[in-house]
């Protein structure tokens, strides 16, 4: 049973470099401590919904021309009064909202995933986890 | 057919050196790229991003340890049949995944798979054959029944 | 061979220089904002010094929100120099606590992390903001009362119902300190949804605040 020893050597090395990647990498340690939340949603999943999600950009106006998810809908705290009405507009009970800004670090897209579900009865709205230049872009 | 065996060697430690440190570079597009196939929950999924490129790192250098390549191909070979599973599942599901093989994170779907599964099988194929190279090689490995220290 | 404790030492010496943002000592690296909804916005000031023995270049500054901008006197600053980063931060119809990373780009290719912190207070309360006529219920009308001090100065302005198929009026006669918004769909067999933006005029600058009401008839 050498290969048996063998393999579970390999498997105990790449385990301690691994290990010690978590140690002296936050990015890596990021990955395990950041476990997913309520009102979170993966890109996968967000991918998974296609066309029956609508997608909330939180970031900035300039930042939001500069480039979007294809369809999405600009909703943030510098208007948040104005830019809510087509947002209200479109949304239907039970119609999954997918909220983004530009990073993981990013606070945004959380503050106003939070105030669409108290303030405005959207109870669908979640934060995307992950880059949402991976969803579709325009 | 001498060169054939380094050559191979050459090949797949190139490539897995080189996926490995991409992922390494990017953990969190790994992790998304493995959460893109719907196969594993959170927590296996977290630790395979943090044990697997290691894993590949790993094993692409013991394949130039004389103790370790036959084995070391042996499990490159699974590692590879796993991913061409994962692959595979994927397709059949219809699903849109990103690859996140060599750090690349264009979104894979459709008649887009088939490369991608072609790459896999090839890499499951190259890996096999040195494996049965490895073995024919040299009688490294020998259980205690067959020892004979004389020999040796 | 080094004696152990020299070589601990130069580890620790290692590290903590490291750890420091190189280049330029920054006095406060996180400055905390105390605002109330009443106010437009106010200003961060990060002072540093140039405590190396080579000018830095101050390249680029990126705060992590479109809320915040930087201003900087000039980019660079020779050794000995003291200088200061203003970070303006408009509170918009922004409400609570806001921490906002602000990333500077240095010369040496060092990154200084600031951090501003923003608490704003509302100085408006209401409840609900939601109201929903459920199906087959009546189109009654529905309250929504506001709620401030009476020390703080506030005035509504103007009552807006987007969709005309939802009335919204203020009423008189309340006993508290603030104001009660009634909305009425407009008929029995009113469906759909209204944003009603209720705008307020707050603080001595009568600074513009609006809040906003989600009605839906099902």
């Known amino acids: 049973m050498d290969w048996l020893r063998k393999s579970a050597a390999l498997l105990a090395i790449a385990a301690v470099l691994g290990g010690l990647s978590v140690a002296f990498n936050p990015a890596a340690r990021a990955v395990l401590l950041d476990a997913p939340r309520d009102h979170e949603i993966t890109v996968a999943q967000a991918q998974a919904l296609g066309a029956a999600a609508l997608w909330i950009d939180a970031r900035s106006r300039a930042d939001f021309e500069a480039g979007h998810v294809d369809g999405a809908l600009l909703l943030n705290e510098d208007a948040w009064s104005e830019l809510l009405i087509p947002v209200i507009e479109r949304w239907q009970p039970g119609m999954p909202v997918v909220v983004y800004c530009d990073s993981h670090g990013c606070q945004a897209s959380r503050k106003i995933a939070e105030r669409l579900r108290a303030e405005a009865g959207v109870d669908t709205a979640k934060v995307l986890r992950g880059e949402w230049s991976k969803v579709g872009a325009r | 057919m001498k060169m054939l065996k380094p050559a191979i060697r050459l090949v797949l430690t190139a490539l897995f050196v080189w996926a490995a440190v991409a992922k390494i570079a990017d953990p969190r597009a790994f992790q998304d790229a493995i959460a893109s196939y719907h196969l594993l929950p959170w927590l296996p999924g977290a630790v395979a991003t943090v044990w697997l490129p290691w894993l590949e790192l790993t094993l692409a250098i013991a394949l130039w340890q004389p103790r370790f390549s036959r084995t070391s191909a042996a499990m490159l070979a699974m590692l590879c049949a796993v991913f061409l599973v994962a692959l595979v599942q994927a397709w059949l599901r219809g699903i849109d995944i990103t690859c996140g093989c060599f750090g690349d994170s264009s979104v894979v779907s459709g008649a887009d798979y088939l490369p991608y599964l072609a790459r896999d099988a090839g890499l499951v194929a190259l890996a096999v054959v040195l494996w049965r190279l490895e073995k024919n090689a040299a009688p490294v490995e020998t259980d205690a029944a067959s020892y004979n220290p004389l020999v040796h | ?218």
């Open chain 3, 1 to 218: 061979m080094l004696p152990r404790r020299l070589l601990a030492a130069m580890l620790f010496a290692a590290i903590a220089s490291s750890a420091c943002l190189a280049g330029l000592k920054w006095d406060n690296p996180e400055v905390l904002l105390d605002l109330d909804s009443s106010m437009a916005g106010g200003e961060a000031v990060f002072t540093f010094v140039n405590d190396g023995a080579a000018p830095v270049k101050i390249l680029n500054i990126k705060p992590g929100c479109g809320c915040t901008v930087p201003t900087l006197e000039k980019s660079e600053y020779a050794p000995g120099e003291h200088g200061s980063l203003s970070a303006r931060f408009t509170t918009g119809e922004r409400r609570g606590s806001y921490q906002v990373p602000i990333h500077v780009q240095l010369g040496d290719g060092d990154v200084a992390e600031l951090s501003l912190v923003a608490q704003i207070r509302e100085l408006v309360k209401y409840f609900p903001a939601n109201l929903v006529w459920p199906k087959g219920e009546k189109r009654a009308p529905k309250d929504v009362e506001f709620h401030w001090n009476a020390t703080d100065d506030v005035k509504v302005t103007a009552l807006r119902s987007v969709n005309p198929s939802f009335k919204a009026e203020l009423i008189d006669g309340h006993d508290w300190n603030g104001a009660l918004v009634r909305l009425t769909p407009t008929g029995d067999e009113v469906t759909g949804t209204s944003v009603v933006i209720i705008t307020t005029a707050q603080g001595p600058d009568r600074r513009s605040r609006t809040y906003t009401l989600v009605a839906r008839a099902l």
